[in-house]
DNA sequence: TGCTATCTGTTAGCCTGCTAATAGTTAGGT
DNA sequence: ACCTAACTATTAGCAGGCTAACAGATAGCA
């Protein structure tokens, strides 16, 4: 009959997945990816840390952290290190290649979110920020 | 060295992701997932509806939508049948099954939405759709 | 009429996320 | 000292998103 109603949750989701399949597709010339150059970000500002570490901060699961490193190191961007503290855990380093290409990515991805967040108001963007804090920390809190 | 700022684009993401990562969860025990949910839904909404047309109802591309709905046929969830009018198109349609899953994940979605927005005010949760909107509509400009 | 362009669904193949299960290592308690 | 618990990275296997490339069908125009 009618169409379903757009709830919250939808358009959070169709947004989220719609910005990221851009920068994916504007970092894709660079054999690059939203995922990868978000591992990229968090290796090169933190010296030797572990995958666990990583996993944590960018909020996803330990496998994931396995796959993308395994791809990134694929392409020389990045190296595991076995830790000199503890047998099991592994840091992860940025190469020479990785290093090279923080500075275009970041700014691909600076540009994207400027040009969709251009015409917001600053109280708008603050609203919606601690809208979407609150419901993180709601969620990482079940 | 520091950590990387917390962009609105992270948030938007982890957030996101998080959110859908919950309601998989829930509806796992139901051998359900937000993605099948919410495809369940247009169908039910909407008769005699192609797979272009809940492709672009769902916001997503079409190879997509022959994955969701093989797997929702093969559990007898739903059922393609073949146009009348043009004979490249098939219409999608709820089966028995489908139709008594329909309230219960509907409610299990509903009661994670209200979960996650019970703490905000009706004025945050106005002023954050329509960022986010403003967002998606940049978004589908491109 | 016929040719060309477009639309429809599909397949193949990839990426990124997940869970479950595993082997090896460390840490903690008795 | 030992035994158990917890942690580290990994593998295997799945879901759900994408693009590219396809065959068949339709539509539109010369």
Redesign the interface.
């Known amino acids: 009959?009618?169409?379903?109603k757009e709830?919250?949750?939808?358009?959070?989701?169709?947004?989220?997945?719609?910005?990221?399949t851009?920068?994916d597709s504007r970092l894709r010339p660079l054999g690059l990816s939203?995922a990868k150059w978000?591992m990229l970000?968090?290796v090169s500002?933190?010296?030797n840390c572990t995958q666990a570490e990583l996993a944590a901060?960018l909020?996803v699961e330990a496998p994931t952290v396995v796959g993308l490193l395994d791809r990134l190191a694929a392409d020389d961007l990045v190296e595991r290190r076995e830790s000199t503290h503890d047998r099991r855990s592994k840091t992860v380093h940025l190469r020479k290649g990785g290093h090279a290409l923080m500075k275009p990515i970041t700014e691909m991805?600076d540009n994207?979110?400027t040009?969709?967040?251009a015409?917001?108001s600053a109280e708008?963007?603050a609203?919606?920020?601690?809208?979407?804090?609150?419901?993180?920390d709601?969620?990482?809190s079940?």
Chains 1, 2 share one sequence.
Do not use: Y
Request: glycine share 8%.
């Open positions: 009959m009618g169409s379903p709830s919250f949750g939808g358009i959070l989701h169709e947004t989220a997945r719609l910005w990221r851009e920068l939203q978000r970000l968090h500002c933190s010296e901060r909020g991805a994207l979110s040009d969709l967040l015409n917001l708008e963007l609203c919606s920020t601690a809208v979407l804090k609150k419901i993180r709601r969620l990482l079940l």
